[in-house]
């Protein structure tokens, strides 16, 4: 069984090089205030460089939702937004339901619900 050789700067895990979704860790790009590294992160699609903490690069790298969660900072970059999924509610499916008993209970008035001129209509039964 292998084993992950990991390098170290001052107590930090080097990250030079990781590939997060379509971003690779370039290069420290220096220190916060208490001296963990801050990294410069660089977009494959845009080619734009971004910083970002240690503990918020390791927090996305530990998470299984690191691509959904880290966006270039470039706003005309499509990776600077989430793609916005809606999912439907119960409110949703409860509105959708309350419109469709209101058509089904409107009196026919419309052009496409009357019949042809000179078709026949079949009398009610009484």
Known sequence: MGSVVT???GGYADLTGYKIG????????????AKAPVWRLMCQ?????QLLSHSKLTVRLESQFATETLL???AACPLSRRDSVHTETLADVHKQERQEQQECQKPWTSEAHRPLHGAAVSPEPA
Do not use: P, Y
């Open 7 to 9: 390098s170290f700067r």
């Open 22 to 33: 379509n971003f690779v860790v370039r290069s420290i790009a220096g220190r916060d205030r």
């Open 72 to 74: 270039c900072q470039n």
């Open 45 to 49: 699609k845009c080619k734009r460089e």
